[in-house]
């Protein structure tokens, strides 16, 4: 089955999947998205092979942006080996025949749902979001036509009430992915459901490129742009993780997975980045549990 | 002494009420069309900083119309309103770009509806409702923000430990007063009121009129009320405009218009209320 | 202080086939800081309009009616709010308040819309309402309730509590007894010896006759009327 059908592929489908005047569209809005950082620009979402939700936004961005020479990587939730990640990696394995890998290091184009890498990207790198809604606004005010009118005349006060609501709630700003941010002073963004802990990654030296399918809308994040998590003067932001060393590898600067090892409810907790525990592990560090893993 | 007593009193007066050097809002040959059918034409008036005035009609009179083409919510197609702006003085805000009318609108600017659920968000706490105006321009405090919320429930009657619940716990007379500290927490200067009273128990709306009076009092406040209950305008409002398929056909002290009312809309008003 | 020049008051009925009502022509007359006028004449004469009109509830059909510089038949709405919130008191014999504002507050408010401190303006109010024998337990609640000679005293506290320059008193002592009468009486004169220009109606005669220094009969001003 799998050597013809991949032959077949290889003469049925264009390049990337996408057919070219999709590819230009969908660039014109990311060099838009480029030009105004943190502005959804919209655009003609196709119907894509895969459903809503399993990052047919990012999916179309990534087509755009990769060309033959790239070295591919997809990752979900820090993850390079989730069902998501392997058909994501799969797909243009077979419609584009570029390079795939798991290595944050090798890769060029990165597509990424709920994640940053924990290894600092590099200027020649494009990182692609997976965007579910990416209105932030959208939690207070349902009216696309109000909520379009607030970011034009910067009235982002309501994105604070949010905040505002988290604290009078719990006593402490509890949003913990989707973390609201500012951008260049400008726009209000969501940065997609990347836990807070990623915020401050956001000012890195890649292209960030954002894609939402449904929603039909592209935003991005030029290199080096200044992006800044929104917070009160009493209760700033803090990027906060479980007090915990990753069992497998022993990092402390890495956001970790809680895992359940069994009915008694034993507990361990990982790098969700998986690249980056491997790598550790291959250099010789090792977590409380790591020989036994 | 009682000559220079009233001297003072006189000099005072050939000065503007409370001494204000011209009117907050001007409104001139103001009209709004819905295609060939009037919904408000040629209104003209003067505010004055402080004054109350109320707006009277019958369903279909165009004082809502014409609530909503002062407060910017609708373009009106002829006329000038002009609203004397802390920076800038007399401005038109028909004519002002739609971020300045905005900002009005969350600053200088309240507008109370009728339907509390209107003018709230059902799904924000009392006291996100309250601080949201002070959010919007920047007050990025928390714990200030939550003072002065809690300041504004307890000006407008709600027991501090409200603040955490939502409108939806609410009743009708609660909610409306909700709406009224979101409005005025900013200090606004002119106040948009269309039926503040409507659909309230005659009970509520009686600690609701007073309350109202008390602010206005208080804050030096300049309002514009839309109502058509007559008893309401004669307890809030120091002027009456009387509207008539759209357009102004009486206007004077409130106690003058519906005790010697002179037009005979008016009067057929006035004598159509039930005495109680 | 109070010059009243060529005064009349008509009322059409426009929903009675435009019936011209002629109520009062050519009333003039004049008040001096601290004088009382009486007006007097049978029922029906206009003295009620007439006060009416002085206070700016009825609209002059011609004429003028001075008050300091303010001429109130011409005046814009505002000048006659601030003519009556600082100058020109007025004692009715109706009292209309909002329903559930308690007693010391009613009374107190033409001080706060003044601008007088709260507590000095509620202590005002008290010291009056003591002084008119109103039962203190009856001072935190609302009027609307109360019996015609109390809230008869709670107007009369109302419009004594600021030391206006000009009093238009309609009826004070009525439905008052003995005791509250020499109180209100009192009142009345000493706001005569501070320099108030006084307009009153009194049936009770004895009192009139102890406040005022003059009359003005409203009967001459009744226009002869159409058959």
């Known amino acids: 089955m799998t050597t013809q059908t991949a032959e077949a592929g290889q003469s049925a489908y264009n390049f990337a999947y996408l057919d070219e005047q999709t590819k230009r569209m969908i660039r014109r809005a990311i060099l838009k998205g480029l030009a105004v950082p943190g502005y959804q620009v919209p655009f003609a979402s196709r119907e894509m092979p895969m459903p809503y939700g399993w990052g047919t936004g990012g999916v179309q961005v990534s087509a755009a942006t990769l060309t033959p020479e790239d070295c591919f990587k997809v990752i979900d939730q820090g993850a390079d080996d989730t069902t998501n990640a392997v058909s994501i990696r799969k797909f243009f394995e077979r419609t584009a025949q570029v390079e795939t890998t798991t290595r944050t290091g090798e890769a060029t184009v990165i597509q990424t749902r709920h994640r940053i890498p924990e290894e600092p ?149 990982v790098c969700s980045d998986t690249d980056y525990c491997l790598a550790r592990r291959d250099a010789g560090h090792e977590g409380a549990q790591g020989a036994r893993a | 002494m009682s000559g220079k007593f009233f001297e003072e009193f006189s000099q005072d007066f050939s000065k503007n009420l409370w001494g204000a050097p011209q009117p907050l809002l001007q409104v001139e040959g103001l009209s709004k069309f819905y295609g060939a059918r009037r919904g408000c034409a040629d209104v003209s008036f003067d505010l004055w900083p402080g004054e109350v005035m109320g707006i009277v009609g019958e369903s279909g009179s165009g004082k809502t119309t014409l609530l909503n083409c002062l407060a910017g919510h609708l373009a009106p197609d002829t006329g000038r309103v002009l609203f004397d702006t802390r920076a800038h ?34 799904n924000v706490s009392a006291g996100g409702n309250v601080g949201e105006r002070l959010m919007a321009v920047g007050a990025r405090n928390y714990g200030d923000i939550r003072e002065r919320a809690t300041d504004w429930l307890g000006r407008v009657e709600i027991s501090g430990d409200r603040i955490d619940d939502r409108p939806t716990a609410f009743s009708g007379g609660m909610r409306q007063r909700l709406q009224i500290a979101r409005n005025l927490v900013t200090g606004p200067r002119l106040v948009f009121m269309d039926e503040p009273t409507g659909g309230l128990d005659v ?55 519906l005790d010697d009312p002179q037009h005979g809309y008016t009067q057929l008003l006035v004598s159509s209320v039930l005495q109680v | ?108 408010e033409p001080l706060l819309a003044l601008g007088t401190p709260r507590e000095e303006a509620i202590a005002r109010a008290e010291a009056l309402l003591a002084r008119l024998n109103l039962p203190e337990r009856l001072w ?29 008193l309609d009826e004070p002592t009525a439905s008052l007894d003995a005791g509250n009468r ?23 005669e004895a009192a009139r006759d102890r406040l005022c220094d003059r009359q003005v009969d409203v009967g001459v001003f009744t226009p002869a009327r159409a058959a």
């Not at chain 1, 080096?224 to 069992?247: G, I, M, N, R, W």
């Not at chain 1, 600067?253 to 359940?260: A, P, R």
Request: with cysteine; hydrophobic share 40%.
């Open chain 1, 121 to 269: 990207l590099r200027e020649d790198q494009v990182l692609v979001y997976q965007v579910p809604i990416p209105e932030p606004l959208r939690f207070l005010e349902p009216s696309e036509v109000e909520t379009r009118k607030m970011h034009a005349l910067e009235e982002y006060g309501l994105m604070h009430v949010k905040l505002y609501e988290d604290i009078a709630r719990h006593g402490a700003i509890s949003t913990a992915y989707a973390y609201p941010v500012k951008v260049e002073g400008r726009y209000v963004m969501d940065p997609s459901p990347i836990p807070k802990f990623d915020n401050p990654k956001l000012e890195m030296a890649a292209i960030q490129l954002f894609g939402a399918g449904r929603e039909q809308r592209i935003y991005a994040l030029p290199p080096y742009t200044q992006v800044v998590s929104l917070d009160f003067e009493d209760h700033p932001f803090d990027p906060s993780k479980a007090e915990h060393p990753c069992d497998l590898c022993g990092a402390e600067d890495s956001y970790l997975d809680e895992v359940i090892t069994d009915d008694a409810g034993s507990r361990m907790f």
């Open chain 2, 89 to 122: 003085g007399m401005q038109d805000t028909v004519t002002m770009s739609e971020p300045e009318r905005r900002m009005l609108g969350r600053t200088d600017w309240a507008f109370v509806h009728q339907h509390a659920s209107d003018g709230l968000r059902m």
């Open chain 2, 203 to 257: 009970s509520v709306q009686a600690r609701l009129l007073d309350l109202l009076r008390g602010l206005v009092r208080e804050m030096g406040l300049s309002a514009i009320i839309v109502t058509h209950d007559l008893a309401v305008v004669r307890l809030l409002a120091d002027r009456l405009m009387v509207m008539k398929d759209g357009q102004v056909v009486e206007n004077g002290l409130t106690d003058q218009v």
């Open chain 3, 1 to 108: 202080m109070i010059q009243i020049e060529n005064l009349s008051k008509t009322f059409t009925l426009h929903n009675q086939g435009g019936a011209e009502i002629p109520v009062l022509t050519g009333a003039s007359f004049s008040v001096a800081p601290g004088d009382c006028v009486a007006l007097t004449g049978p029922s029906g004469a206009g003295k009620s309009t007439l006060m009416r009109l002085i206070y700016g509830n009825y609209r002059a059909a011609s004429g003028h009616i001075r008050i300091g510089q303010l001429d109130v038949a011409q005046a814009a709405p505002r000048q006659i709010i601030a003519l009556r919130r600082e100058t020109l008191g007025y004692v009715s014999q109706f009292l209309r308040v909002v329903p559930r504002v308690p007693t010391r507050e009613v009374v107190a």
């Open chain 3, 140 to 168: 935190s609640l609302s009027p609307t309730t109360f019996s015609g000679g109390e809230q008869q005293r709670v107007n009369i506290a109302r419009g004594f509590v600021h030391a206006y320059p000009a009093l238009l």
């Open chain 3, 182 to 204: 020499e109180v209100v009486l009192s009142l009345v004169e000493e706001a005569k010896a501070r320099g108030a220009a006084i307009i009153g109606i009194f049936h009770d």
